[in-house]
């Protein structure tokens, strides 16, 4: 009869709770460390328990080598993003003319974080910007489409109008519309649109967190476009 079968009632249950409750065991019987022998997970050969114990230590040691060069592969990653979005609001805080933030706003993002496409729309603007450019092209169905946005789009370009605004649309696969707006619940005064040839680089499942940022950054920037209040 096996152990696991039970030899005289004791069971493998019963001697791992003695040795649990019997720290001392193996002080006072220390000749039964060198004797007990196991199977290699590297093979079929025995091997002690010291060395066996030797082998799951080295094995832990390489899976937290792996978790601690992750880890600082996705910190410099975060810290690589983190200097594009500060170098990105650097060049908004020193546009002087508020006429050329959006150009700026742009070009900036698409150089920064290699963007194909990228346009803007502001609406409400004051008179003396209304007849530029980026305060064009939005219509009623667009501006209520951003005001409905409660975090920005990520998905495939299911025929969107903003897409029209990229110099290329028919290229356009996948889109992130970003929603501007002054504050939470408050209606959206521009719509940030950002394309790609790729399906894949804007999806539905991926996080908006840094998008998010962005649409916050770019409406404290383009406030300085519309009316006082």
């Known amino acids: 009869m096996s152990i696991s079968s039970g030899i005289q009632g004791i069971t493998e249950d019963d001697i791992a709770r003695f040795l649990a409750n019997t720290p001392g065991f193996f002080e006072r019987h220390a000749e039964l460390l060198a004797s007990i022998q196991l199977t290699s997970p590297h093979g079929h050969r025995a091997v002690s328990l010291q060395e ?6 080295r094995e832990k040691i390489r899976g937290l080598e792996m978790r601690l060069m992750e880890m600082i592969r996705h910190g ?17 805080m020193l546009t002087a003319d508020p006429v050329d933030l959006p150009g700026t ?9 290699l963007i194909p496409q990228a346009s803007i729309r502001v609406w409400g603007v004051v008179a003396a910007y209304a007849d530029q450019p980026f305060a064009q092209g939005a219509s009623e169905n667009t501006r209520t489409f951003a005001s409905s946005l409660v975090q920005p789009y990520c998905g495939p370009n299911a025929g969107f109008e903003a897409v029209a605004w990229l110099d290329d649309p028919a290229t356009v696969a996948s ?25 894949t680089r804007y999806t539905a499942d991926m996080g908006t967190e840094f998008l998010v940022r962005v649409g916050d950054l770019a409406s404290a920037g383009l406030t300085r476009l519309l009316p006082e209040g």
């Open 76 to 92: 410099q990653e975060n810290m690589a993003i983190a200097d594009k979005l500060h170098r990105w609001t650097r060049a908004l």
């Open 52 to 57: 066996r114990q030797m082998e799951m230590l």
């Open 105 to 113: 706003l742009v070009h900036e993002l698409k150089a920064q974080f």
């Open 175 to 199: 889109v992130a519309l970003i929603p501007l707006r002054h504050g939470v619940g408050t209606e959206a005064f521009g719509l940030l649109v950002l394309g790609s040839p790729d399906p």
